[in-house]
């Protein structure tokens, strides 16, 4: 008997590229990467970096700005051709979310909100990344001021 090889999509399915959202009580941290892992030029926000200081950094708004500006420059990676195929598969956009803080709920209603109209039927995947620690070893005492 002659085995056939199983049909391959005619559009075979290209990687995603990553939006990293990383926040915690004290920053806010947005990535941009290729479907390798390796950064995008010009591909990453922080708090600090969007021109919050101090306490400022770890605010809602703070992370709304972070993520208007990964979205202006995703949009601009969206409408430039892909040369590797000749220009004709589509950016297709992976979000992924670790941690706990107020960065992360604001990237979430900015991306619902006009400014993630753009690209948000680019997106294949929303992913949460956030470590859960269950059991494991023995807590720090906690710090008394």
């Known amino acids: 008997m002659k085995q056939t090889e199983p049909k391959k999509d005619v559009a075979e399915r290209t990687k995603p590229y990553h939006l990293h959202v990383y926040t915690t009580n004290n920053n806010c941290r947005v990535v941009f990467t290729y ?14 970096s969007c021109g919050f200081k101090g306490a400022n950094k770890s605010s809602y708004e703070a992370g709304y700005q972070c993520a ?3 979205f202006k420059r995703i949009e601009e990676e969206i409408t ?13 956009l992976a979000l992924k979310f670790k ?3 107020w960065g ?3 990237v979430q209603k900015a991306f619902m909100t006009s400014e ?5 039927s680019s997106v294949v995947l929303i992913e949460d990344r ?6 494991g070893t023995r807590a720090k005492k906690a710090r008394r001021l």
């Open 68 to 70: 208007v500006r990964a």
């Open 116 to 120: 993630g109209d753009n690209i948000r």
């Open 104 to 106: 992360r709920e604001a």
């Open 130 to 135: 956030t470590p859960i620690k269950i059991g």
């Open 35 to 48: 479907p390798s892992g390796k950064l995008v030029k010009n591909g990453w926000w922080t708090s600090g």
């Open 99 to 101: 941690g706990f803080g």
């Open 80 to 92: 430039r051709p892909n040369f590797k195929d000749g220009g004709v598969s589509p950016v297709t």
